[in-house]
C-alpha cells in the first residue's frame, strides 16, 4: 500500500517537532528515515501509526486518511514495531504473537485454528518456531525482537513500521533483522518505513531514505542521493568519507574523528606532501593537527591519499583517475611547491605516470627548499618504472634529506621550524617515541 | 495454558469451592455435620430430599443466617478478587488492588456517615450504610477518575496518585468523623475492619448484580487487558481502543468494588494476593486469571470468615483482620520465593 505524506507537522508544547515533512512510500518499498538524535524521526513514526496525532497535515495510506481507519482496520493494515520490546509479563512466545490476531478476533471469539496456522507461519518466517513454548521473559535481546517481529507479521499487515529495531542488537542479528525485514519488502510485497540510526545499514538495506534535520527533511530518494559527505555534515555536524561499498557499491559512510574543525592557524609554515597509494594519508593528518598549512600534489582523484586530503580539507591538486599526470597539473604542483616551505615526499610507489611528481621534488630541492624524502624501506620494491624511477629518486635524495621515518620527519620538522604550530607537542612527542 | 489443562483447573477451583461452602455452613457454633446441611440446601433449593428428622431451628439457622453469609463470602471474595486482576493488570503495577484507586475511600466515608447518622436518629431505614457507601464509592471514583483526565486521556500513573492521594485525604475524613463519633466508634471501627456478620439475603441480592454483570463485562475484555500488558501504545497498534477500554474496565472494576466493600466493609489483601498467587499458576493470560482468581478469592474468603467467626467464639473478629494476618505473610513468602520475580 501507498503511503503519502504531506506537509506533515507536529508540535509539542511551543517546540515545532516536525515541520512541513512530505513524502511519499511506494508500495513494496523499504524507506529508511535517518537523521540525528532529536530530528523528529521517532515522532514521524508515531504520527505515521497514529500513536500521536498531527499538528497539522496529512497522511494517507492507500488512499485513505489515517483518521479515518478504525483502530482495528489500522491493526489489520498496518502493523508496529517500536523500539522498546521490552514485555515484564510471563506470556509464552505463542501468546504474544497470537495477541497480533487480535485485531481479527470479535470480542466474543476465540482464535481458530487459523489464526494458530498464521502464528505458526509467521514464527517460520521470523526464525523463532523453536521458541513457542518459551516465556518472552527469557529470551534475549535479539529473540525478543524477532517474536515481536513475529507479531506483527501475525497482523498480515500491508505496512510495516519499525523504530530502531536493531538499536540494542549486536551486528549479526541487526544483519539478520534487516535481512528478514528487506525480505518482506521485496518478496511479499509489504511496505516498509523503518527509523535506523545506522547509516551505513541504512544505505545498504534501504530502497530509499529519508533525511531528517530539524523536524525537516534534508535529502529524499535514494541512498547515494541522500548520503552524500555534504548532506551528513551538514545535519551531523561532523566531518565523514563517503566511499563506495567494496563489494556492493552502496554508500559507505566512515568517520573522520578529529577533523570538526578547521586547524590552519599558522599560514606561515605551509609543506607540500607529495604522496599516493595511501602513503601520505597519515602524514598529512598529523602535520595538519601539528598546525602546519598543508597542500598535496600531484594526486589522482580517488587515490586514498586523495580521499585523506580532501577529508581534511587540504588543498590538492589534482588529476583523472588513472591519468599520468599532465603539464597543466604538473605546472600547478610547481606553482604549489614554490611558495611552500617545506616539502615531504613520501613513499610513493615509483610509477611512468607520476615520475613528473619526483621531477617536481627535485626542481625544489634545486630552488633550495627543504626536501624530506622518507624512505624506511628501499624504493626497489615500489619501483614500477624498471630502473628511471629509481634513479631519479636517488637525485632526489642526494639534494634533499633523507628520513627514515614518520617520527624521524616530525622531529626534523620540529627543529626547522621551532615556532610553527604546536611544535612542542610533537618535539615531546617524538622524543618519546624515540627513546623507546 | 493448554484447553484440558484449563478444564482441569477450572472443576478443581470449582469442586473446592463447592465443598468450601457446605463445610463453612456446616461450621458454626451449633456443629451442624456437613452431608445434613448438604440435605437442607438442596432441598430448600429445589424442594426435594426432604428430611422431617431435621429440626426447623436447624434448618433456620442454614438457611437464614449461616448459608447467605458464607454466599456473600463467596461474592465479595469473587469480586474484591476480580477488582484486584482488573487493577492490576489495567494499571500494569503489581501493588494495585481495589483498594489502590480510592474507590473505598469512598465507601468508607459513605458508610461511616450512614452509621453516625443512624445511632444519632435510629432510622428504620437498615439498608442504609450499603447504600450510603456505595454511594461514597461512586463519588469518589467519579472524583478520581476526573482529577485523572488529562484531555481527554487518563494516563496510569495520574490516576495511581489521584487514587493515593483522594485516599489519604478521605481517611483523614474517616478519622475526623471517628473523633465526632464518640461511642458509636467501635460499630465504624468495625465496619472499617471488614465483616460479614449480620449480613442476609438482602445484601446478597444488592452484590450480585454487580458481580454477574460486571464479570461478564470484564470476561469480554480479558484479550484487551493481555493486549494493554505489551503497553498502551502496543496496544493501540494491535487494534484496542486504549482510552476506551481503560475507562470501561476502570468504571467496571470500580463499580464491582463499590458493591462489595459498601456490604463487606474493607477487607484487604484478598484483591492483592489472590491474583498474584493465582497468577503464579495460570500465568498472566487474563481469559485465564480472571475466572480463576474470582473462584480461588471466593474460596479464600469463605475460609477467612469461617476462622473469624470461629477463633473465639463466642466473639467474632472482623475477617479484615484475619485476611490481612494470612495475606501480609503469604504476600512476603511469595516475594521472598520468588524474588525478583514478583511480576504481572
Known sequence: MKIEIQN??????????????????????????????????????????????????????????????????????????????????????????????????????????????????????????????????ELSGGERQRVIIARALAQQPKVLL?????????????????????????????????????????????????????????????????????????????????????????????????TQTDNNNSETYRIHVIAGGGSGGEIMRDLRDAGFMVTAGVLSVGDSDWEAARALNIPVVSEAPFSPVSAERHQENLALLATAQAVVLAEIPLGHGNLLNLEAALQAAADGKPVYVIEEKPAQKRDFTGGPGQLLLTKVKQQGQLIRDKTALYRALAERFPSGGKFDDFTDLTRAAVDQ | MKRNQKFLLYTILLAVLVVSVIMATAIGAVAIPPQETFQIIISRLTGLWQNSEIPSTTKAIIWNLRLPRVLLGVLVGASLALAGVSFQGLLRNPLADPFTIGVSSGAAVGATIAILVQQTYHTGFTQMIPFSAFAGALIAMFFIYNLARIGGQVPVVTLLLAGVVVSSFLSAVISLLMVFAGEDMQGIFFWLSGGLLMRSWSEILFVLPYLLIGSVILFTYARDLNVLLMGEEAALTLGVNVERTKKVLLVTASMITAA??????????????????????????????????????????????????????????????????VGAPFFIYLLRKKKSEIRL
Open chain 1, 162 to 258: 519499525l523504530d530502531e529495531p536493531t538499536s540494542h542488537l549486536d551486528i549479526g542479528y541487526q544483519q539478520e533483522i534487516l535481512d528478514l525485514v528487506k525480505r518482506l519488502s521485496t518478496v511479499e510485497g509489504l511496505t516498509v518505513v523503518a527509523v535506523l540510526h545506522d547509516l551505513n545499514l541504512a544505505a545498504y538495506f534501504c530502497h530509499e531514505l529519508v533525511l531528517l534535520h530539524r523536524g525537516r527533511i534534508v535529502a529524499c530518494g535514494q541512498p547515494t542521493e541522500v548520503l552524500t559527505a555534504d548532506n551528513i555534515e551538514k545535519v551531523y555536524a561532523t566531518r565523514v568519507l563517503v566511499t563506495p561499498h567494496p563489494v556492493f557499491g552502496t554508500p559507505q559512510i566512515s568517520l573522520l574523528p578529529g
Open chain 1, 8 to 137: 506533515l507537522s507536529f508540535q509539542y508544547g511551543s517546540h515545532q517537532v516536525l515541520d512541513g515533512v512530505t513524502f511519499s512510500v511506494s508500495p513494496g518499498k523499504f524507506v529508511g528515515i535517518i537523521g540525528p538524535n532529536g530530528s523528529g524521526k521517532t515522532t514521524l513514526l508515531k504520527v505515521l501509526s497514529r500513536i500521536l496525532q498531527p499538528t497539522g497535515g496529512s497522511v494517507t495510506i492507500g488512499g485513505q486518511p489515517l483518521a479515518q481507519f478504525t483502530q482495528k482496520e489500522l491493526a489489520r493494515t498496518m502493523a508496529v514495531v517500536s523500539q522498546d520490546t521490552n514485555i515484564g509479563y510471563q506470556f509464552t512466545v505463542e501468546d504474544v504473537v497470537l495477541m497480533g490476531r487480535a485485531p481479527y478476533l470479535g470480542r466474543f471469539q476465540s482464535e481458530s485454528l487459523e489464526d494458530y496456522e498464521i502464528v505458526r507461519q509467521a514464527l517460520e518466517v521470523t526464525g523463532c518456531s523453536h521458541l513457542r513454548e518459551r516465556s518472552i521473559t
Open chain 2, 260 to 325: 462489595a466493600v459498601s456490604v463487606s466493609g474493607m477487607i484487604g489483601f484478598v484483591g492483592l494476593i489472590i491474583p498474584h498467587a493465582v497468577r503464579m499458576i495460570t500465568g498472566p493470560d487474563h481469559r485465564v486469571l480472571l475466572p480463576a482468581s474470582a473462584l480461588v478469592g471466593a474460596s479464600f474468603l469463605v475460609w477467612a470468615d469461617v476462622v473469624a467467626r470461629t477463633v473465639m467464639i463466642p466473639k467474632e473478629i472482623p475477617v479484615g483482620i484475619i485476611t490481612a494476618f
